[in-house]
């Protein structure tokens, strides 16, 4: 029975359906690095990501959730160009400076072309943000569930 369940998955898998998940290399130079065309992950202070958001302006508002995880997403750019999408946390909701580092570093090293991948995030005092690629259509909520 198992090699018949082998056999099926090897069916329903052809080369051109897998994708890999490329690691991020460890850089010591990592302002201009870049990895499949995304800059290495890195962190970013909280005025950057100020800036970057026009002082988290409610018309940068793409996604607002509610009262269970009031958590806000943001469109922006850094530095003027590259767009991004800021998710910026309620304050309980990452108590612990050293996981919400260590999980963010660890989601940040994977890349790939399907994702919208993480560049980096900001832990300054009570803020934890997460900034990843910006995706312009919606969201996959939105998309999902026919949200308006």
Known sequence: ?????SNSKACCWDSQSRTTVVEAPDVEDEENREVDGLPVFQEYSFEQLRLATS???SENIVSEQGER???????????GQRRIAVKRFNRSAWPDTRQFLEEAKSVGQLRNHRLANLLGCCCEGDERLLVAEYMPNETLAKHLFHFR
Do not use: I, T
Request: hydrophobic letters at 40%; charged letters at 15%.
């Open 69 to 79: 995880a009031p958590n806000v997403v943001y469109k922006g750019k850094l530095d």
């Open 1 to 5: 029975m198992g090699s018949c369940l």
């Open 55 to 57: 002082g988290f302006a």
